[in-house]
């Protein structure tokens, strides 16, 4: 197995290797919606996703972007997963179990997210963060 360290719970998970899919590398530019403490606007915050890793109950999304001190953002939120069936699960929408965490020193975010049900990842088509679809094989 491989660990996933959490640095905002400080929780430990493993994740079994037979049961993960690929690791996805995405290596993709994309905004993400922050907010600015002082005023209250709305901002995008310019992030670059490293990968992907997907397995029965989880998914974990690795990233890194430059945060200000006046800027608050919940990280990446908009992750689907689409079913070879045609249903999609919006996983921050439908999944009560998720975290986000950053590290201030090496400015690098991780959003991870337990699924409320295993899923069959053989049934499992794409995998879609924010506007890029990442095909399952």
Avoid at 29 to 46: A, P
Avoid at 59 to 73: C, G, L
Wanted: proline share 3%; aromatic share 12%; hydrophobic share 35%.
């Amino acid at each position: 197995p491989f660990f996933f360290n959490d640095t905002a719970t400080t929780e430990i998970y493993t994740l079994s290797l037979h049961d993960a899919l690929p690791i996805f590398q995405l290596n993709e530019r994309i905004n993400i919606k922050g907010q600015n403490k002082s005023t209250g606007e709305e901002v995008q915050i310019e992030t670059f996703v490293e990968k992907v890793v997907l397995n029965s109950d989880s998914i974990a999304i690795f990233y890194q972007f430059e945060k200000s001190e006046d800027i608050v953002t919940s990280g990446i939120k908009d992750i689907e997963v689409v079913m070879k069936n045609g249903e999609t699960y919006d996983l921050w929408n439908e999944c009560d179990d998720k975290t986000m965490s950053y590290d201030e020193q090496e400015k690098k975010a991780t959003t991870y997210i337990v699924f409320s049900k295993p899923l069959v990842l053989q049934e499992v088509e794409k995998i879609k963060v924010y506007d890029k679809y990442l095909d399952v094989p």
